[in-house]
């Protein structure tokens, strides 16, 4: 239990960083709150994955079980040439790694299970957003845009790779972005594909469309990505401009389901479009403010490590925290031990790319030789990721009061 006088965290951002953090700061004895800009608890979404170091972190708490439970189990991915004729199906694992009882599963469903283990313990403010911050040196005096006032020892932004909370500690996001070259749109919609606990990829040089079915369900994910030199910013605050920007990139593609997808996002509801980034920062903290997750290393989801990435940072910033006598020592001992870590995973975004979105004909034709070896059952990603995902021995900490049965 902590005795550290910096017991007051309000957490930013209630995805899978922020719950894991205020679960271990809860359990070590620190008073949370966490403020969330949705309404409620966001179910559903993408598929993730959970493994690695990261798996260790969720058996700590107890939800190994509970989130096997919503694993979504897909059995193959197609890779599809340019006519949209088959190169080859591999194993999930053989992209993604998965040597260690790997688990996948939606988004929102892993922030469900994070949100019931620590909804009884910790103040959670849906609807609402921090508005100012001011930290002076023994305090930070927050105002939501609610209107209340509060003040709290430190502030932990949790809230993403757009952290509003970075913006407001550190400035502008533009010094810490690093664009990957390329931009995404993803929605659900019907499964009219028939397709069942798997997904199928279609590229060309620059463009990747996707249908995912997640489980058995009767809807699939859709995806489309491409390659683009400058982010797109001007779309950013425009629904249409996005929907129309991707129909344009992807127009002459009559091939395989590719209409059909256009077609389908420009119809969607819940179309979520954003650039395909990282974040690097020189410090994780300033002050009183910490970031943890997404908000201070996002990977993207091109090292398929982003959630992985969020559960560690929780485990250990909590750990670190309550370990050290002064919040200053915490926060840069968190960073001490993940800077290496999260390095080696942000470098993953470099494989995924080229298998995912391949660039170049080239990469496209390194790939596809791959799927057709005999042996095909390992494209080189699974490997890399497999180590990285490992390459972070968790630690326990003193006093630390585990989950696990
Ligand atoms: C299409 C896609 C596919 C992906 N696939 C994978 C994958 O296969 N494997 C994997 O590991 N990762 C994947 N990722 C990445 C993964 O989703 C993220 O890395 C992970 O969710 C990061 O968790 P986080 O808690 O740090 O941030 P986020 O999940 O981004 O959560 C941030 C939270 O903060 C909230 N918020 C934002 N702004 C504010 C504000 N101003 N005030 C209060 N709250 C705010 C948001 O509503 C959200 O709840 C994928 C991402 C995308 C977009």
């Not at 058996?59 to 189990?73: S, T």
């Not at 390329?182 to 929605?187: N, P, T, V």
Request: aromatic residues 8%; proline residues 5%; negative net charge.
């Amino acid at each position: 239990m902590t005795t550290a006088p910096f017991r007051r965290v309000l957490v930013s951002g209630a995805s899978i960083a922020g719950p894991t953090l205020a679960y271990w700061l809860h359990r070590r004895g620190f008073e949370v709150t966490v403020v969330e800009k949705a309404g409620a608890v966001r179910g559903g979404g993408y598929p993730i994955d959970i493994r690695g170091a990261a798996l260790g972190v969720v058996d700590r708490m107890g939800l190994l079980p509970a989130v096997r439970a919503a694993h979504v189990d897909s059995r193959r991915i197609t890779f599809l040439d340019a006519d949209g004729s088959a190169v080859g199906a591999v194993s999930p694992e053989s992209v993604s790694g998965g040597t260690g009882g790997d688990v996948e599963l939606p988004r929102g469903a892993l922030t469900e299970v994070l949100h019931a283990a620590v909804q009884d313990d910790v103040d959670f403010r849906f609807g609402d957003t921090i508005a100012t911050l001011h930290d002076d040196g023994d305090g930070v005096d927050v105002t939501f845009v609610s209107g209340e006032r509060r003040r709290f020892d430190l502030v932990v932004g949790a809230d993403g790779l757009h952290s509003h909370t970075r913006a407001l500690a550190f400035g502008p996001e533009e010094q810490f972005h690093r664009y990957l070259g390329y931009c995404f749109a993803g929605w659900t919609m019907p499964n009219e594909f028939g397709l069942d606990h798997e997904g199928v990829i279609w590229s060309v040089p620059g463009r990747a469309a996707v249908i995912y079915a997640v489980g058995g369900t009767d809807q699939v994910h859709g995806f489309l990505s491409f390659t683009r030199d400058d982010p797109p910013l001007d779309a950013f605050r425009d629904p249409r401009a996005q929907r129309e920007l991707v129909a344009a990139r992807f127009a002459g593609d009559d091939v395989w389901e590719v209409p059909r997808l256009v077609a389908a996002m420009q119809e969607a509801d819940d179309v979520f479009f954003d650039v395909v980034s990282q974040i690097h920062m020189p410090r994780w903290s300033t002050g009183r403010v910490g970031l943890v997750g997404d908000a201070a290393h996002a990977p993207s989801f091109l090292s398929g490590q982003g959630s992985s990435l969020a559960l560690v940072g929780g485990y250990v910033l909590a750990g670190e925290l309550a370990a050290a006598p002064t919040y200053r020592e915490g926060f840069a001992r968190y960073e001490r031990r993940l800077r290496d870590f999260v390095a080696q995973n942000q470098a993953l975004a470099d494989g995924g790319r080229s298998v995912i979105v391949p660039r170049t004909e080239s990469d496209v034709a390194r790939r596809d030789a791959a799927l057709r070896e005999p042996d095909r059952t390992r494209i080189p990603t699974g490997d890399a990721v497999d180590r990285a995902a490992t390459a972070l021995e968790l630690p326990v900490y003193p006093g630390a009061v585990d989950g696990a049965a």
